[in-house]
C-alpha cells in the first residue's frame, strides 16, 4: 500500500530564516505531487504540483519554491520567510483520479 | 483562488440524525468530484468521489449526490457518528489539465452531539 509522509509535523521559524519542508511517498513510483496551503478557517490553495524528477510548475507567485531531488521526495522551502507564510502545509499524490494527502506540517512565522 | 472568509459554513446534528453537506461549483468543465472529511490537524481524508457522467454514487454511511444543471454537489451522511465531526471539504477537477488539478470549496464544519 502507498503511504505518504511529511516532517516536521510543526514547526516555528521567525521572520527572516529559511524553510524546508520535506514530503516523501512509498509504495508508488513517477507519482504526481502537490504541495497545498491551507490557511485558518479556510481551504486548500494549490502552491507547486510536479510530474516527475525535476518538473516544477508554480501556481502562484510568492515567497516559496519547491524542488523535487528524487522520484518519490518533494520539497518545499524559501530563502526568507514572512508572517504571511504561516499556515498548513500540505502534500498530496495523485493516484489515478483522486488526490492523497499526507499529514501535513503546521508552521508558525513570527 | 483561495476562499475569502473566515467563517465556515456550520452544521450540527444529533448522533444518529443524517446529515447533508452541500457545495456548489462554478466551471462546466469539472468532470470529477471528490469529498474529503479533516479532522483538527489533520490532513484530509478522501470520502468519495463521483465523476460527471453519474448523478449519485453510494458508500459505507456515505452517498453523493451531483447535479449538473445546477452544478451542485451534496454529501449524505446517515447515521451521524460524533467521530464524524469534521469539517468537510468538496473538490473539483477541471477535465481540461493534465496534471489533475483540483479546486476545493471553503468546507463546512459539521458538528455531532451526542
Known amino acids: 500500500s502507498q503511504t505518504i509522509h511529511q516532517w516536521p509535523a510543526t514547526l516555528v521559524q521567525p521572520v527572516g530564516s529559511p524553510l524546508s519542508l520535506e514530503c516523501t511517498v512509498e509504495?508508488?513510483?513517477?507519482?504526481?505531487l502537490y504541495w497545498y496551503r491551507q490557511a485558518a478557517g479556510r481551504g486548500l490553495q494549490l502552491l507547486f504540483y510536479?510530474?516527475?524528477?525535476?518538473?516544477i510548475s508554480s501556481e502562484v507567485p510568492q515567497n516559496l519554491s519547491a524542488s523535487r531531488p528524487q522520484d518519490r521526495q518533494f520539497i518545499l522551502s524559501s530563502k526568507k520567510l514572512l508572517l504571511s507564510d504561516s499556515g498548513f502545509y500540505l502534500c498530496?499524490?495523485?493516484?489515478?483520479?483522486?488526490?492523497?494527502f499526507g499529514p501535513g506540517t503546521r508552521l508558525t512565522v513570527l | 483562488g483561495e476562499s475569502v472568509g473566515l467563517h465556515l459554513p456550520t452544521l450540527s446534528v444529533q448522533e444518529g440524525d443524517n446529515s447533508i453537506i452541500n457545495c456548489a461549483y462554478s466551471?462546466?468543465?469539472?468532470?470529477?468530484f471528490i469529498w474529503y472529511k479533516q479532522e483538527s490537524g489533520k490532513g484530509p481524508q478522501f470520502i468519495i468521489d463521483?465523476?460527471?457522467?453519474?448523478d449519485k454514487r453510494q458508500g459505507q454511511r456515505v452517498t453523493v449526490l451531483l447535479n449538473k444543471t445546477v452544478k451542485h454537489l451534496s454529501l449524505q451522511i446517515a447515521a451521524t457518528q460524533p467521530g464524524d465531526s469534521a469539517v468537510y471539504f468538496c473538490?473539483?477537477?477541471?477535465?481540461?489539465?493534465?496534471?489533475?488539478?483540483?479546486?476545493f470549496g471553503q468546507g463546512t464544519i459539521l458538528t455531532v452531539h451526542p
Open positions: 473538490a473539483e477537477r477541471d477535465g481540461g489539465t493534465s496534471y489533475g488539478k483540483l479546486t
Open positions: 463521483i465523476r460527471s457522467n453519474m
Open positions: 509504495g508508488t513510483s513517477n507519482p504526481n
Open positions: 498530496a499524490w495523485r493516484k489515478a483520479d483522486t488526490q492523497y
Open positions: 510536479s510530474v516527475g524528477i525535476g518538473q
Open positions: 466551471n462546466s468543465a469539472s468532470d470529477y
